[in-house]
């Protein structure tokens, strides 16, 4: 028997709440297993019953240096003595700071230039507006499978899923979607799908219906997210810089999920040397505070004037002091710890594929690592109901996963993770994929 196995799960105080929630939270937020945190260390996390979970999912790769950081916590703190917001209509010395510390940081060879904001939607949107008006250009590429965020211009990018788009049609126009290079599901012939791709757009897009003239900018992320945790192949992003630089256009990197220290980099695109001209953060960035921003070549940057964008609460005090905490951790010790712990995990993640035929691949890098789940390695028909299920099966052992893709499990623990920690989630996920494959029904659903 499993002895991290829950039975009483949820219990009656989170039973409770997620009752009241009923009644007067919006039902859109897409929920997972029936979660009532009460509070979390590191990557532990307890719910209002006493239940303790580990935390693989971070808050969808928010909590970075893991549950109430006590620098982190220290340094909002201090700011929060002090004041908690002037709006951008003034200067403080946290948001320069912040600012400073990020153009230290940048994949740019130039000088860099941040805007803030709350969130990585609202990044997204800053970047397309700042392409728009640098190139006095209309359109953009996309990839299928994106996920940018759900305000109505990040919506025209994204692609993940249907019920993201279902019934908010239209949204920005002129946005054109490409296929994202996966050797696993090739969508074009040869065995290079990112050169595939990249001829496809040249050859196909640039010489038909999309005039690269017109074309503002690309906006990809430098590995997919909720898509499926994709790692593209090398040379692709190197071939949509020298394709953008053919044709003028800005290359937009979405670096929101895979940044800050995600993948053993500072940011995913400097796995492959590669430049952006803008490129977008948020989740990680603030350690849970709410915070994005665009940072982009001071040469595109200073392109828009004075009142052409803005944001209320963009450098708000106490997200900027979470941000720079942040990245004084990350720079110090958590960018190397991602980077060797999530070769541990990689590694463990590997030999559970090995005994399984129903794990087709495990994929990414640092700590941002998809293990894709099919019927059979032979005809790799997806299988999100096992996904599901394991899912499930896993809240109930006592460990948090969300799914991305058709059929792919993700794995995105706090950058503080230990080998220790890995040990106990890869007990519990084996224990919970033979329980998932033995049909072992989970408790029932919770309702109001």
């Not at 009532?36 to 790769?61: P, Y």
Request: charged residues 20%; contains cysteine.
């Amino acid at each position: 028997m499993n002895r991290h196995r829950k039975t009483d799960l949820p219990g009656p105080k989170a039973r409770a709440l997620i009752a009241r929630d009923a009644e007067v939270v919006s039902p859109s937020y897409p929920r997972e297993g029936p979660l009532a945190m009460s509070h979390g260390r590191g990557c532990e996390v307890w719910d209002l019953d006493g239940n303790r979970f580990l935390d693989f999912a971070a808050g969808i790769a928010v909590c970075s240096t893991g549950h109430a950081h006590p620098e982190v916590v220290a340094a909002i703190k201090d700011a929060a003595d002090r004041f908690l917001h002037i709006s951008s209509d003034w200067w403080h010395e946290g948001m320069v700071r912040l600012a400073e510390r990020l153009a230290a940081v940048a994949p740019f060879r130039e000088p860099a230039m941040s805007f803030f904001c709350q969130s990585g939607t609202e990044a997204v949107e800053a970047a397309l507006k700042l392409a728009r008006y640098a190139t006095g250009r209309p359109r953009f590429l996309g990839f299928l499978g994106s996920f940018h965020g759900r305000t109505m211009g990040s919506l025209a990018f994204t692609s993940s899923k249907a019920t993201q788009v279902k019934g908010f049609f239209p949204a920005m126009p002129g946005v054109t979607h490409v296929p994202y290079p996966n050797p696993l599901r090739p969508l074009f012939a040869g065995n290079d799908q990112g050169r595939a791709v990249l001829d496809y757009i040249e050859n196909q897009l640039f010489e038909g219906p999309v005039p690269p003239s017109e074309v503002a900018a690309i906006l990809v992320e430098p590995i997919q997210g909720e898509g499926g945790y994709l790692v593209p192949p090398n040379g692709f992003l190197a071939g949509l810089r020298a394709l953008c630089d053919r044709h003028g256009i800005l290359l937009i990197f979405d670096e929101v999920q895979s940044g800050v220290g995600r993948t053993g980099r500072m940011f995913a695109c400097e796995h492959w040397n590669v430049e952006p001209d803008l490129m977008t953060l948020a989740k990680g960035l603030g350690s849970g505070l709410p915070i994005g921003a665009l940072v982009a070549r001071r040469s595109i940057m200073e392109r828009w004037p004075s009142g052409a964008h803005g944001n209320t609460y963009g450098g708000n005090p106490i997200a900027c002091a979470a941000a720079i905490a942040t990245l004084d951790l990350v720079e110090r010790e958590l960018q190397a710890n991602a980077a060797e712990v999530g070769g541990y995990l990689f590694a463990k993640l590997t030999e559970l594929a090995r005994k399984h035929e129903q794990i087709a691949e495990v994929r990414g890098r640092g700590l941002m690592i998809g293990m894709e789940v099919v019927a059979d390695r032979a005809t790799l028909q997806p299988d999100p109901d096992l996904v599901d299920t394991v899912i499930e099966r896993a809240f109930h052992n006592g460990l948090l996963l969300l799914s991305c893709g058709k059929s792919t499990i993700r794995f995105m623990p706090p950058l503080v993770v230990t080998r220790a920690e890995v040990d106990e989630a890869i007990e519990i996920l084996a224990a919970s994929f033979e329980e998932a494959l033995a049909g072992v029904n989970a408790s029932p659903a919770v309702t109001a």
